[in-house]
Structures are given as structure tokens and as C-alpha cells.
């Protein structure tokens, strides 16, 4: 039962190759002229929670952003810096982003399906693989609707557009398309933040439960749930990273007094 | 000098709204009562044309000669000429029975009497005759009554089709085998020829006995003046009495000649008969024109907005596609003839139709490079409608696509163009309307007001792009200009206008039911 209060933590600045599911190295990323994050470096552990806070408009977005190279789409993004997964710089211009995007999921902060059935949303990542048998889909949606919770709401109206869902079971049909391609990391940037505080609870319940399969950083603004829900806590501040250590320490003792006047509300 | 107050002091802040609405409401109003108009104008004088009105019997001074007639006549349609009420009145009289027009000023009128024993006589060739029938004559038969009408007429149109089966089948074959001959230089009293000789011979016989007896069908037909004339029943093509319908029938009559616009030729040079060459060139050339139209419009869209980066030549070339909108229409037709027609057209035709020059085979004008400039035409039109459609994909759903794994061109493919689909549409749809309304241009790449085949047939290699068209805009154009006073053009020439707005008006609420179901499906929540 102790084991339950004095959780074994890892030294997520001194973190060993085999437990690092993402490696940061003095990554630096500016918007056209604009810095937006600065010479960040960090080790990400595997099958953990980690929690990125920090006040709105600090680079949290564009940090998970650059995790699967989603900040590509804006034209005017520059970067420097490695981000080692599985040993690969992905920053490299060989790197197949395409495929890398299989490998980290990413759930956005509005529920975003697309206007198709709840079948083809969760089965769209699957073809375009190439999967396309209709038992292979068939399972790996009825699989990856049961990781995300949602198999027993929509199992009778898998042909339904999806729109139709609440917007916390459309996250979570999210969550699941992301899923269906079983990811080795999943992203999720502010994922409650749209939603209700039950609604929340549940999705956090989720996470827990998805922590043995993936890797989780989770982007949020809400301190709470940072406590609650992760393993490990980095907090951001104006593009730089300010503190970064297991969560019981970062909330009940932070060592620097940004992170303190932060996490007990003196700005942001 | 007194000023004049001002407004504001005059009237108090909800008077002056009140005002500002009224003048809104007015402007808005006129813009209703002319569209209005527009459509009850075209209704109503394109749908006169398939009415049957009442055959009357009049007794009228003509106006060119002041001669007294009396003849079978139908009012087309009534106007205040100077004050007096004038009618426009086709009639059938004795010199020429195949209807007359004039311009009838209501003081010349000395007598009109509905007629319901007359009838409206129409022949093969678009003209009618307006008079009482009296019998129907047939080879080796005494009984002469019209009750026989319609058996009469099924007789001495299979007459007809025998003498074109004989044509078609037997002396076709029969020239086919002595030009043969001729080929192979046979002499002159070879027994072959001899045979083919007799044979030709003999069918052209049973041809000449065949057009005795279709001759010998007559219709007597009297007319007002009591003269009668005969016509040859195989040139009649419909017969009805108007006198004597009733509302429904008459609507029934109406269908029928409607039937027959959509179906048949343009006779007697555009003033009768239908318009289905036009319609189906209109329908063709459109039909070409979007298969060309959307994918580059797509594409270049598609390249402006999500792969071109932003910088100065895709701004340059924004702002040429949206002036391109505005080039007046005829430059695109000149452009047309100049560079599709004697440019790419020519050249093809001195690489690869040499033989048959100087006659061109391709720089020529005809039905694909209209559809060419047409797409040149409206190009802009459904590149802006889409760029449009596809702004409107929320960025939100394109970066879930990429979260996925989908490639650029994959998520262009399965989300962004779907969501842009009710633009596409509507700019694909906004396109066809303008192609089926142009003339101008038109008429210099291809489109004739009189073609002798359709761009279809059953010849090898069956679809003739290459061959002029006719079509609606250009018909009407020429119903305009060449038959200003001939009333029954005019009708014609409306029936037309009425045509072309049905179809542009059955187009649009297409596209809109499509866009909504569209909109509905892509666009929920
Ligand atoms: N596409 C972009 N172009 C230019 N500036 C951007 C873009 N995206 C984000 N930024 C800027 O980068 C900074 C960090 O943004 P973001 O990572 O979204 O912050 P957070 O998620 O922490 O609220 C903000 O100041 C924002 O203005
Ligand atoms: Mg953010």
C-alpha cells in the first residue's frame, strides 16, 4: 500500500537511454523572426505521464508540435536542435514525417473528427497504411474504440457520422483514431480544455489506463490536472524551460520561484 | 437665404430609420417587380407559343392594300399600338393557304366569329394551314369521310416508310455493287450489270408505283373564302380543332407541341418547329466544357492555396485570374478562333491532315473548341469558387489528417477536398450557367444557327467534335435579329428564352440541392 504514496520516481534530467522515449537537445524554434522556444533540452520518459504547463502563448503547443513535426505545416517555422526518438534525429531532412506520424499520435485541443462515419474516423489512419480488409479493419477499430473507452456508446452506430457524437466522446473517438495505429507516443495538447469537469475526469481516468501501452505528454494550463494525472511535470516559461522533475516535487516543492509564483496562481 | 433644415432636425432618430428602411425597401422592391416581370414576360409569351389559341373567322381590311378579307385566322398576341389596340393575326387565305401574318389595327376588324369547325392543319415542314376539312381522298377507295383521318394517315405514312426501305436498302445496295463494278472496269454488257440493271430497274418501278398511290392521299381543306385546297396527306403532320377543346385538352395540345420543340428540328429558317439540335448542342458543348473546366480549375486551386507558398507571382497570379473574370466575352472568342482554331487547329491540320489541304480538318470551327474557350472562359470562375471551398476547410481537420500519417496529396484527397466540395460545385455549377447563356463568343468558335448534322450520329467514329453546332443563346440571337417582324419568330424566339431559363433554372436548384446535402454532410455540429 506505501508503495502507492512514495511513487519510485526516475531522474528525468539524468535519464538512461532505455527508459527515454523522446530526447530533446537544445532545440530552439522561432515563428518567422519570432523566438518561440529556446534552446529547450529534456529527456521524455516511456510509459509515463508528462505534463507540459506554463501560461498560455510559452511555446507549449509548438513544443509537442515539434515531437511529430507538425510545426512543418506553417511556412515560416524555423528550427534548430535535435529531437531523438527510437534513436533517429526526426529533425533530420531524411526522416519520413509520414511515418513518424504513425508512430506519435497526436489529439488537439478541440475535438476535431472528420466528417465522415465513426468507422471511417477511427479506420482512416489503418488505409491509409494500407490496410484494407474489412476483418483487419473491423477489429482494429472495435480494439482502438475500446482503448479510448467509446466501444460501448457508439458500437451500435459505427456507420453514423461522427458529428453527431458529445464533444467528450468525439475526443475520445479522436483518442481512439490516434490509437488504431498504436502509437508508440501520444501527444495530447490541452485535450479537456473544451470539455465538462466529468467529462474530464473520465478522459483523465483514460489516460492512466493508456500509460502501459504509450508514452503520454499531455499540454495543459490546468495545474490540477497536471498533479493529478502525471507522472512528471515540465513548466515553460516564455519559450524557455524553466523547471522540469517528477510532479510531487515540482508542485510541493519547486525549486525555482518562477515555477512557484506560477503553480500558486501569482501570474498566468 | 433661408437654409433649408436638415434632416436630423426634422426627423427624430426612429423616424429617420424608419426612412432609411423605406428607401431600402423600395429600391428592393423595383429590383423584385423587374425580375418578376422578366420571368412573367418569357412565360408568357414562350408559353403562347405551344398554346392553341381559338381559330376565329374574320372579316378584315388589310392594311397594305385595303382589300376586304375574310379568312381563318389566329390572334398571336394583342398590344396598344398609338393608343389603339392592334393584334398581331396569322390567317390562311386563298393565295397563299400556308398562313399569313399581319399587323391588325382593331378599326379594321369588321367581323370576327370563333370558328370551332375549323382546324389548324400543320405540315412536315413547320407551316400550317388554318381551314375546315372536308375529306380525305385514297387511292382505289370511294370512301372519302374524315372519320377515316387517322387511318388514312397511318396508310400513306407506311407507304413512306416502304419507298425509304426500298431507297435504304435495295438501291443503295444496287448503286453500291456498280460502283463496284465501275471500279473494276466491267465492260458495259456484262451479264453482271445486265442483272443489276434489271434489278435497279425493277425497284425503281415498284418506287414510282408506291408514290402514285402516297400521292393519291389527299386532304380538301376549305377555307373561309369557301376556295378550297388540296395537300398531300403524307406532308400532314398534325391536325387539331381547337374550337372544340376543352381547358385540359387544350393543355394536352400545349404538351404535345412542347413535345415537339424538344424534339424536332428548326424549320422554315428558325420560325417553327423545335429546337432540339440547340438543346443538344447547348447541352454537349456545356457538358464538354465542365469535363475540361473542373479539373484544371480544381488542380490550380487546389496548387494556389495549399502547395504554391505565398509570395509574390501567386499573388500576381491571383489577381489575374480574378481580372480574367471580368475580359468581356467576345475577346475569349477571339481568342478562341485566333489560337485554338488557326493556331493549334491549323498547325494540327499541316502535320497530320495534309492531304486534305487547303480544306481545314480541325482549324476550323466547331463544337470542341467551343467547349475549349468556354473552359478558358470560366476557368476563373470555379478557380475562385473553389479556392473559396477550400479556405473554408478548418485547419483543425487538416492537421488531424497529417496526425495521422496522411501525406500532403493524401490529405488533400480524403479531407480537404471533400469539404470542399459544395464549393466546387458551385463554382462548376456557376460555370455551366454562363457557358449556357453566351452567344458572343460562341459564334465565332463554333456555333452556327443552322447546322446540318448533330455532332453525334451513327457514322464512325460516332462523336464529331469537329463539326459546328447549334445552340440556344445563338438561336434566340438570330430569332432577334432576323425575324423582328414576324411575330410567330418572335414566339418562337421566346419559347427558346423560356427553354434556356428552365434549364439554367433546373441547374441551379440542382447545385443547391446538391450543395446543401453536401453542406449538411461535410459541415455538421
Ligand atoms: N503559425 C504561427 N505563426 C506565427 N506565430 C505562431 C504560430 N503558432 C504559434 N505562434 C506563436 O508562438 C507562440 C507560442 O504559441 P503556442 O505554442 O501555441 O503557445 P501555447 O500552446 O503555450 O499557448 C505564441 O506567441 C504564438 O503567437
Ligand atoms: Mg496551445
Redesign the interface.
Known amino acids: 500500500m506505501l508503495t502507492l504514496f512514495e511513487r519510485e520516481h526516475l531522474d528525468v534530467n539524468n535519464l538512461a537511454e532505455a527508459d527515454t522515449a523522446i530526447r530533446v537537445e537544445q532545440l530552439s524554434l522561432r515563428f518567422g523572426s519570432k523566438p518561440v522556444l529556446e534552446n529547450i533540452s529534456m529527456s521524455i520518459p516511456k510509459h509515463q505521464i508528462t505534463a507540459l504547463i506554463g501560461q498560455s502563448g510559452c511555446g507549449k503547443s509548438t513544443l509537442i508540435s515539434s515531437f511529430n513535426r507538425l510545426n512543418d505545416l506553417h511556412q515560416h517555422c524555423h528550427y534548430s536542435g535535435k529531437v531523438i526518438i527510437n534513436g533517429r534525429d526526426i529533425n533530420s531532412r531524411k526522416e519520413n514525417v509520414a511515418q513518424l506520424r504513425t508512430q506519435v499520435g497526436m489529439v488537439f485541443q478541440r475535438p476535431n473528427p472528420f466528417p465522415m462515419s465513426i468507422f471511417d474516423n477511427v479506420s482512416y489512419g489503418l488505409r491509409l497504411q494500407g490496410i484494407n480488409t474489412r476483418r483487419q479493419l473491423d477489429e482494429a477499430v472495435e480494439q482502438a474504440l475500446h482503448d479510448a473507452a467509446l466501444w460501448n456508446e457508439v458500437k451500435d452506430r459505427l456507420f453514423e457520422p461522427a458529428n453527431v457524437l458529445s464533444g467528450g466522446q468525439q475526443q475520445r473517438l479522436v483518442i481512439a483514431r490516434a490509437l488504431a495505429l498504436q502509437p508508440e507516443i501520444l501527444l495530447l495538447d490541452e485535450p479537456t480544455s473544451a470539455l465538462d469537469p466529468l467529462t474530464t475526469l473520465f478522459i483523465e481516468e483514460l489516460m492512466a489506463g493508456l500509460k502501459k501501452r504509450c508514452s503520454i505528454v499531455i499540454v495543459t494550463h490546468n495545474m490540477q490536472q497536471a498533479a493529478r494525472v502525471s507522472d512528471y511535470t515540465a513548466f515553460l516559461h516564455q519559450g524557455r524551460l524553466i523547471e522540469y522533475s517528477d510532479s510531487d516535487t515540482l508542485f510541493t516543492t519547486p525549486r525555482k520561484k518562477q515555477t512557484e509564483d506560477y503553480i500558486t496562481g501569482r501570474y498566468g | 437665404m433661408s437654409k433649408l433644415p436638415s434632416l436630423s432636425s426634422v426627423l427624430n432618430a426612429g423616424q429617420r430609420q424608419s426612412l432609411f428602411i423605406g428607401i431600402c425597401t423600395f429600391f428592393t422592391a423595383i429590383l423584385l417587380l423587374a425580375m418578376v416581370s422578366i420571368v412573367l414576360l418569357i412565360f408568357a409569351r414562350g408559353g403562347g407559343y405551344f398554346w392553341p389559341e381559338d381559330i376565329q373567322q374574320l372579316q378584315f381590311v388589310r392594311a397594305s392594300d385595303d382589300q376586304p378579307i375574310t379568312a381563318y385566322g389566329q390572334y398571336q398576341n394583342q398590344f396598344e399600338q398609338g393608343g389603339e389596340p392592334v393584334r398581331w393575326v396569322v390567317y390562311s387565305h386563298a393565295r397563299n393557304p400556308y398562313g399569313n401574318q399581319t399587323l391588325l389595327d382593331d378599326t379594321n376588324l369588321l367581323q370576327a366569329r370563333l370558328a370551332p369547325e375549323a382546324a389548324r392543319i400543320s405540315l412536315r415542314d413547320g407551316r400550317a394551314i388554318l381551314g375546315e376539312p372536308l375529306k380525305v381522298t385514297a387511292p382505289s377507295d370511294p370512301d372519302v369521310s374524315l372519320n377515316r383521318l387517322a387511318q388514312r394517315l397511318t396508310q400513306v405514312r407506311q407507304i413512306e416508310q416502304s419507298i425509304a426501305g426500298i431507297r435504304d436498302e435495295q438501291l443503295a445496295d444496287i448503286h453500291q455493287k456498280l460502283t463496284e463494278l465501275d471500279q473494276r472496269k466491267v465492260g458495259k454488257k456484262a451479264p453482271a450489270r445486265l442483272t443489276l440493271n434489271q434489278g435497279f430497274d425493277r425497284w425503281h418501278k415498284r418506287i414510282l408505283t408506291l408514290e402514285k398511290q402516297r400521292d393519291a392521299y389527299q386532304l380538301f381543306v376549305r377555307l373561309a373564302d369557301q376556295s378550297i385546297v388540296s395537300v398531300a396527306l403524307i406532308e400532314v403532320e398534325h391536325l387539331v380543332y381547337p374550337g372544340q377543346l376543352s381547358g385540359w385538352q387544350k393543355l394536352g395540345e400545349a404538351l404535345y407541341e412542347v413535345g415537339g420543340f424538344l424534339s424536332e428540328s428548326p424549320k422554315q429558317a428558325n420560325t417553327a418547329g423545335g429546337v432540339f439540335p440547340a438543346l443538344f448542342g447547348t447541352v454537349l458543348m456545356v457538358f464538354l466544357m465542365t469535363i475540361i473546366v473542373t479539373p484544371f480549375g480544381v488542380l490550380a486551386a487546389i496548387y494556389l492555396n495549399e502547395y504554391a ?2 509570395n509574390g507571382l501567386i499573388v500576381v497570379i491571383r489577381i489575374a485570374v480574378s481580372n480574367m473574370a471580368g475580359v468581356p466575352s467576345i475577346v475569349y472568342g477571339v481568342f478562341g478562333l485566333g489560337f485554338f482554331i488557326y493556331g493549334v487547329g491549323g498547325n494540327i491540320d499541316a502535320l497530320f491532315f495534309e492531304a486534305n489541304l487547303p480544306a481545314p480538318t480541325l482549324g476550323t470551327p466547331g463544337v470542341f473548341w467551343a467547349s475549349l474557350t468556354m473552359a478558358i472562359l470560366t476557368l476563373p470562375v470555379v478557380i475562385v469558387a473553389t479556392e473559396e471551398g477550400l479556405r473554408n476547410v ?1 485547419q ?12 500532403k496529396a ?1 490529405t488533400v484527397l ?2 480537404i477536398l ?2 470542399a466540395s459544395p464549393g466546387i460545385m458551385t463554382g462548376v455549377i456557376l460555370a455551366i450557367a454562363r457557358a449556357a447563356g453566351e452567344v458572343a463568343p460562341l459564334m465565332l468558335v463554333g456555333a452556327v444557327k443552322f447546322a446540318p448534322n448533330l455532332p453525334i450520329d451513327a457514322e464512325f467514329p460516332y462523336l464529331h467534335l469537329e463539326r459546328q453546332f447549334m445552340h440556344l443563346g445563338v438561336l434566340i440571337y438570330d430569332g432577334a435579329f432576323h425575324s423582328q417582324t414576324d411575330a410567330k419568330g418572335a414566339s418562337m424566339m421566346f419559347a427558346a428564352c423560356l427553354l434556356l431559363l428552365v434549364v439554367v433554372f433546373v441547374l441551379n436548384i440542382l447545385a443547391v440541392l446538391l450543395r446543401t446535402k453536401l453542406r449538411k ?5
Open positions: 507558398s505565398n478548418p483543425g481537420l487538416k492537421a488531424g489528417s497529417y496526425a495521422l500519417g496522411a501525406t493524401e480524403y479531407t471533400p469539404m454532410r461535410y459541415h455538421k455540429g
